[in-house]
């Protein structure tokens, strides 16, 4: 069954690996894999490393943002352009019907951490001149666009910043999907206010079944399908074990999250977001070829078909129509 993936950290394994075409690499995604799965689309997510990261990495010099970005951009070309054949561009979902109808995946570049706006409309539109489609605001740090998830519940409380407000209005405009994933609890309630069109947590769990802060409470997932959006199933097992220091990621632990989910908020609010290259331990699915576990364990549950192709492909398609 073919399906779409609402974020993977690869092009960062890239940077870090010097790679320039991810046709075959050695970690969880790769183009080869992609095509043998029969995917349909991925979102491919420039991640910007946290400050001091090059002293955990043992780096001789702090990482340039702008020099990062368009390493990682040229990446993401680089691919495309090499395997033009099997994948191309896509920025919206004409893109990707036209490219499914010549035998090509699509590939949409995305944002993970909002700072390289750093405050400024203008870089909105820059940024979506170069491609992207999606940004996730935050990621675990305060930004230009409000604050992230955290176990401080001072911080967790906080919501989005004035120039956040004007930025959700301008990428509501522009066609850039809004991505709660790593928000803070304060900010996913101003997105569900402000957004006038659906916004996704494309890498986020249920936090009742797992309380790490970085899930969707029950209330959550019922306000983002009120909305006509999305939480993309992330696969890190620390998103998915009521034991957060749990190592195993299951296809039982994901139905798990998918049916608390559908019982909230529907069919239509579910998706996949892998996260692959973002995430460790002991994964059952820890590459697209073997995303059909899921799939095979929601039709064994009794879902029919018709369901299985809303949370695999169907459901992202809605809401890159209704906003890109």
């Not at 402000?194 to 996704?200: H, N, Y």
């Not at 249920?206 to 009120?226: E, G, V, Y």
């Not at 996260?275 to 059952?284: H, K, S, Y």
Request: hydrophobic share 40%.
């Amino acid at each position: 069954m073919k399906f779409i993936d609402l974020h993977c950290d690869t092009l960062m394994m890239g940077y870090f690996q010097q790679e320039t075409n991810l046709y075959e690499m050695p970690g969880m995604l790769d183009i080869k894999r992609m095509q043998a799965a029969g995917q349909l689309a991925q979102f491919f997510a420039i991640f910007m490393p946290p400050p001091g990261v090059e002293k955990m990495l043992n780096l001789p010099e702090p990482i340039d943002d702008n020099a990062y970005i368009d390493y990682s951009m040229n990446i993401y070309q680089t691919t495309l352009a090499e395997n033009s054949s099997l994948i191309a561009a896509a920025g919206n979902a004409a893109d990707i019907e036209a490219n499914a109808a010549t035998g090509k995946m699509s590939a949409l570049l995305t944002f993970e951490d909002g700072r390289p706006i750093d405050g400024k409309l203008e870089n909105l539109k820059h940024y979506y001149d170069k491609g992207i489609r999606l940004i996730s605001l935050t990621w675990n740090m305060e930004n230009c666009f409000g604050f992230p998830n955290s176990t401080d519940a001072a911080v967790m409380s906080k919501g989005i910043k004035p120039f956040g407000k004007e930025a959700i209005a301008y990428m509501n405009e522009l066609g850039i999907i809004i991505d709660v994933s790593h928000l803070s609890d304060g900010g996913f309630e101003d997105v569900w206010a402000l957004s006038k069109k659906p916004f996704v947590a494309s890498h986020s769990n249920c936090r009742a079944l797992s309380p790490h802060q970085r899930n969707l409470t029950d209330d959550m997932i019922r306000k983002l399908a009120d909305k006509g959006g999305v939480a993309g199933i992330n696969f890190g097992p620390e998103f998915l074990n009521a034991d957060l220091e749990c190592k195993d990621s299951t296809v039982a632990l994901m139905v798990k999250h998918i049916r608390r989910m559908i019982d909230l908020g529907g069919v239509e609010c579910v998706a996949l977001g892998s996260d692959f290259d973002g995430v460790g331990g002991n994964l059952e699915v820890s590459s697209p070829d073997k995303m059909h576990l899921i799939f095979d364990h929601l039709s064994r549950e009794g879902l029919g078909d018709d369901v299985i192709e809303k949370i695999a492909w169907k459901n992202v398609m809605r809401v890159i129509r209704d906003t890109l």
